[in-house]
């Protein structure tokens, strides 16, 4: 049973690092390319317009207006990608880390239900559910319940339940100087959700990089957190057996 859930905590972590490599790819792909986008960007759109407008298009056209307006189409096309690739980082991240802490809710609940007793104390259970069902199977049962409860709230909320419950002074973070910040992933939860129902869709993020880098140190360092209060450790080769994933072709 201990080992299935020491399974369970490397394989979030698995997880994570996976969808993580897809938002890696996507920005690394657009940062390479992007000094030659520009160039190739204005050519396209000169032969777009050309080719849509056909016979309408003016034959006296002044060629240099038409390279300024060429221009600023690319830069604005440019931007709009940028915005489209730092959405779509930010959509993938937050789900990608909602779910890692979803699964490590869940597995805190199997591991160690004790920890839920607080939250689940007011419960009320049918006498017969109790005459039939020894505690411990009763409590984990109710923890686990709890736990699923819980990964319907926020992503900041449930991040800090579990260092009210989990966190303890001896746990080594990654890395050591790190510090959570529950009110950056509430802004960043915010943003997630704004750019999910259309409302934030055109948004650069500044700092995009360094964001991320806070966002994976969080899931380090929770997964410190947990592996440290349920006495579990990181299998540094886990990554490594995995198979590499597989990209689906999808039709819809």
């Known amino acids: 049973m201990e080992r299935d859930l020491e399974q369970k905590f490397q394989d979030v972590y698995i997880g994570a690092a996976e969808n993580w490599t897809f938002v890696q790819a996507l920005r690394e792909c657009f940062e390479v390319s992007l000094p030659s986008i520009g160039d190739a960007l204005i050519s ?29 189409m690319a830069q604005d096309k440019i931007a709009l990608a ?29 591991a160690e239900p004790a920890i839920w007793e607080t939250a689940i104390a007011e419960e009320t259970v049918p006498m017969k559910t109790i005459q039939q ?12 319940a709890a736990a699923k409860a819980l990964g319907n709230k926020s992503l900041p909320k449930k991040v800090q339940w579990i260092l009210d419950m989990c966190y303890r002074a001896d746990c080594t973070l990654s890395p050591p100087e790190f510090h959570f910040d529950t009110e950056r992933l509430r802004r960043f939860d915010n943003l997630r959700h704004d ?7 055109c948004a650069t993020i500044v700092n995009m990089d360094e964001a991320l880098l806070f966002l994976w140190q969080t899931l380090l360092s929770l997964q410190d957190v947990i592996g440290n209060r349920l006495g ?20 819809l």
Do not use: C
Not at 133 to 144: H, I, S
Not at 233 to 249: C, F, I, L, M, N
């Open 44 to 72: 396209y759109l000169d032969r777009s317009v050309r080719e849509t407008m056909g016979e309408a298009f003016p034959r006296h056209i002044n060629p240099a207006s038409n390279a300024v307006v060429l221009q600023n």
């Open 82 to 110: 940028r915005s489209t690739v730092d959405s779509a980082s930010v959509v993938i991240i937050q789900a990608t880390l909602d779910a890692a802490v979803n699964d490590y809710l869940l597995l805190i609940a199997e």
């Open 133 to 144: 069902t020894l505690y411990a199977d009763l409590l984990q049962a109710r923890a686990v």
């Open 195 to 201: 750019i999910a129902h259309g409302r934030a869709t």
């Open 232 to 251: 579990f450790r990181q299998d540094p080769t886990g990554e490594w057996k995995r198979q590499p994933t597989a990209v689906r072709s999808v039709k």
